[in-house]
Nanobody, 123 residues
Framework: QVQLVESGGGLVQAGDSLRLSCAAS????????MAWFRQAPGKEREFVAG????????VYGNSVKGRFTISRDNAKSTVYVQMNSLKPDDMAVYYC????????????????WGQGTQVTVSS
């Protein structure tokens, strides 16, 4: 039974930082590219950041480049995204997703999804 469980969301002020975690179970995480997506009300689901199975080749969406950092600890079966300099536009539900092998920015290529964690940024 594969499960991805996000945590770390909450309410912050613009300019603050937040770190989200995604705990994976039921799969060998090193064989999966992991990614973060987000979706705000009325908007499309957006690729935020992705990382290959071994932890190399991080990829970021244009709107978060330079502010967010994705990382993973395969020994802990956990993926993180460190979010700095948060903006009101970052306010969304953030989802963790897993894809066997190769990294992709396309949500429809991911097989497993977490339930999401809310990030609210006040201005």
């Amino acid at each position: 039974q594969v499960q991805l469980v996000e945590s770390g969301g909450g309410l912050v002020q613009a300019g603050d930082s937040l770190r989200l975690s995604c705990a994976a179970s039921g799969l060998t995480i090193r064989n999966y590219a992991m990614a973060w997506f987000r979706q705000a009300p009325g908007k499309e689901r957006e690729f935020v950041a992705g990382i290959s199975g071994g932890g190399g080749s991080p990829v970021y969406g244009n709107s978060v480049k330079g502010r967010f950092t994705i990382s993973r600890d395969n020994a802990k079966s956990t993926v993180y995204v460190q979010m700095n300099s948060l903006k009101p536009d970052d306010m969304a539900v953030y989802y963790c997703a897993a894809k066997f092998r190769g990294l992709s920015p396309h949500a429809n290529e991911y097989s497993y999804w977490g339930q999401g964690t809310q990030v609210t940024v006040s201005s």
